[in-house]
């Protein structure tokens, strides 16, 4: 399949989309140093008397601005290892006002699989498996599957393409020169209790990022709410992928996927093909490489797609960073320590997990990547968590589904049906189709589907453990197999 080519109005949407994104991370800590601001105020307002029995806010204010700074060294050091696939010191004159919106914000409650869009439809992330794979020398065994790591020292360097991926985007493997991580020297959690200097920050964030490789320009920081809150949700999410506070969470959603895979190829002696479409941050296309399959992910959103990479490619090791995910809520905590609490990532490092040979992220549309002719019948399984409410049309994403599956093929899907695009009241009047859990599987026997496992399993998406509100789902599990001769008779019809 022929490279796909932009034309220069695309290329110019892209990278103004794309500059878009960078700047939302590059404003992460002065966003939140405007709400850490306005607590402060409201705190001014108090009578003498609620002050001095409130005495404490002030203490933590200065704790939540430390916190602050430690995610704001996290995103710059992310920043500073991204390499845009695009010449980004083009199309600098204007804003991304004019540009399409391409990251709308129907999310599920508490950030959940959001649909942060770019309209990036064919450029891919390569995973530099010798890295990946001997970063230390001798890949540790992987407490999850007890298995040891493949025997990578055999495996000449190489990067991994999949078809359907173009535009690659190179990332320097190895640590990046990035800002100050600590206060003080101090990189511990403790250390947040004890740093009550109010200029204890990393380094302003659009300083850093013209200094970093991915701005050779400056940036507009003019960032809308909206773009501010998916940075959020982006660090909440590396708890659900990447932490072992989300364990539970991904034992909830990701081993009922992870044990119907392994029931249902017993034998991958010769590693059978798994797509991940709405891969995220890429946690569970990873347990699937692990698993013994080629598997890839692909992901629409460059603000998953930077930071699933910075994680699979420039980790060093287990737990080498630390972030304060829910710092950005005063609502429902049992305390200010359990809101201040400080999570290291990742819990695995990357090189451990005993990856296939073949794992690759896309990054690009589902619809567009996919519905090429190269990808018919390319796919033993597909997995789907969380994916199939982010459509505009569910049906072609089901047909689609088909259409790259093999004959005999399975696919596995997780999820809820919260439309993504269902409250969707802008200029632009986004099409959405919302159907009901009855009409999907209607649909999927149209296209060939026979169901074999149907269940409901409670879940949760990206939750706060601690916290005094849950929102849980009832999502929808199931196995489906393509039956070759009843989709031929369906195209009969």
Not at 45 to 70: D, N, T, V
Request: net charge negative; proline share 4%; glycine share 6%.
């Amino acid at each position: 399949m022929a490279e796909r080519r932009y034309t220069a109005h695309e290329e110019e949407l892209e990278i103004k989309s794309l500059r878009r994104i960078i700047a939302a991370y590059a404003n992460y800590q002065d966003a939140a140093e405007k709400d850490v601001k306005r607590y402060e105020r409201s705190f001014k307002r108090l009578p003498p008397a609620h002050k001095e029995l409130l005495f404490h806010l002030g203490l933590k204010y200065q704790r939540l601005r430390w916190c602050i700074s430690m995610n704001a060294s996290f995103i710059m050091n992310m920043l500073e290892a991204f390499e845009p696939p695009f010449n980004m010191t083009q199309y600098t004159d204007g804003g991304c006002h004019d540009c399409p919106e391409h990251m709308h914000g129907q999310n599920h409650v508490n950030c959940a699989h959001s649909s942060e869009m770019v309209d990036c439809s064919r450029s891919s992330i390569t995973i530099n498996t010798n890295s990946l794979h001997a970063q230390h020398g001798c890949p540790k065994e992987d407490p999850k599957t007890n298995e040891s790591a493949r025997e990578f020292e055999n495996k000449k360097d190489k990067e991994v393409h999949m078809a359907g991926c173009f535009q690659p985007v190179g990332y320097n493997l190895g640590t990046s020169q990035g800002v100050d991580k600590s206060c003080n020297g101090d990189k511990h959690a403790s250390a947040a209790s004890n740093c009550q200097d109010t200029d204890c920050f990393a380094s302003s964030a659009d300083e850093n990022v013209i200094t970093g490789h991915c701005m050779d320009s400056p940036l507009q920081l003019d960032v809308p709410p909206v773009d501010v809150d998916k940075v959020r949700c982006i660090i909440r999410n590396i708890v659900r992928d990447w932490a072992q506070e989300g364990q539970n969470e991904r034992d909830e959603c990701y081993k009922p996927i992870l044990e119907e895979l392994d029931r249902l190829f017993p034998n991958r002696s010769r590693p059978p093909s798994c797509l991940v479409p709405g891969a995220g941050l890429g946690r569970l296309a990873l347990e699937i490489s692990s698993l013994g399959f080629v598997s890839q992910g692909n992901e629409f959103s460059y603000y998953m797609m930077v930071c699933s990479s910075f994680i699979l490619n420039h980790t060093q090791e287990a737990y080498e960073w630390t972030i304060y995910p829910w710092i950005h809520s005063n609502c429902n905590s049992l305390s200010d320590n359990d809101q201040l609490r400080p999570v290291s990532f990742p819990d695995i490092h990357p090189s451990s997990a005993g990856i296939t040979d073949g794992f690759s992220m896309c990054a690009g549309d589902f619809v567009e990547v996919y519905n090429e002719e190269s990808q018919e019948s390319a796919w033993d399984a597909v997995v789907t968590c969380f994916f199939l409410d982010t459509a505009h049309n569910i049906v072609e994403y089901i047909e689609i589904i088909s259409k790259v599956l093999k004959d005999g093929g399975v696919w596995v899907n997780m999820g809820p049906l919260l439309y993504h695009f269902a409250d969707s009241y802008g200029p632009d009047d986004d099409m959405s189709i919302e159907l009901s859990l009855d009409d999907v599987k209607r649909v999927a026997y149209h296209y060939g589907f026979v169901m074999e496992v149907e269940k409901m399993i409670d879940t949760t998406y990206t939750a706060n453990m601690a916290s005094m509100m849950q929102n849980r789902y009832r999502a929808a599990f199931w196995t489906m197999r393509k039956d070759a001769s009843r989709s031929k008779a369906q195209k009969r019809q």
